[in-house]
């Protein structure tokens, strides 16, 4: 496998909507992929960036990163981190989180979180020997009742 490429998505077209369609499955059982106008709003975003890595020039992961303001300063989160399952084990996911990191960085963040579920070991030992550090904290989620 050739070295992976992290570039930031910069457009919406069918070789996104298409790479999302097949990695979003992978990531989510209970959401389905974004459509071209829920994409066009994360690359074309004020405060979301999608990072996207390719391999032979086949997107093959992708994560998106948020950097906005607080009063007590710019933070940044990693959210929504896949890589298709014929690519893992090769540090794409590794590639993604560190040009994230360097991204925010960049922007001026104090920190980047992000979130993992336990049951994800591999991501939970790779954001540890990125430096992520488990936080004392309780998480919290609210969801507005169905109609």
Do not use: C
Not at 18 to 40: N, T
Not at 103 to 112: C, M, N, P, Y
């Amino acid at each position: 496998m050739d070295a992976p490429v992290i570039e930031i998505a910069a457009r919406v077209d069918d070789e996104l909507v298409d790479a999302m369609a097949r990695l979003i499955p992978q990531l989510s059982r209970s959401s389905p992929p974004p459509d071209v106008g829920a994409l066009a709003r994360i690359v074309h975003g004020d405060a979301t960036s999608m990072l996207l890595a390719r391999v032979e020039g086949r997107i093959v992961g992708s994560l998106t990163l948020v950097v906005f303001p607080i009063p007590t300063g710019i933070r940044a989160w990693i959210e929504d981190v896949v890589v298709d399952d014929a690519a893992r084990g090769h540090g794409v996911g590794a590639l993604l989180n560190t040009r994230a990191i360097e991204l925010a960085d960049e922007l001026g963040a104090k920190t980047v979180d992000l979130t993992s579920r336990p049951s994800r070991e591999a991501a939970n030992r790779l954001y540890r020997r990125l430096g992520f550090v488990a936080r004392e904290t309780n998480v919290y989620r609210y969801q507005p009742p169905s109609e």
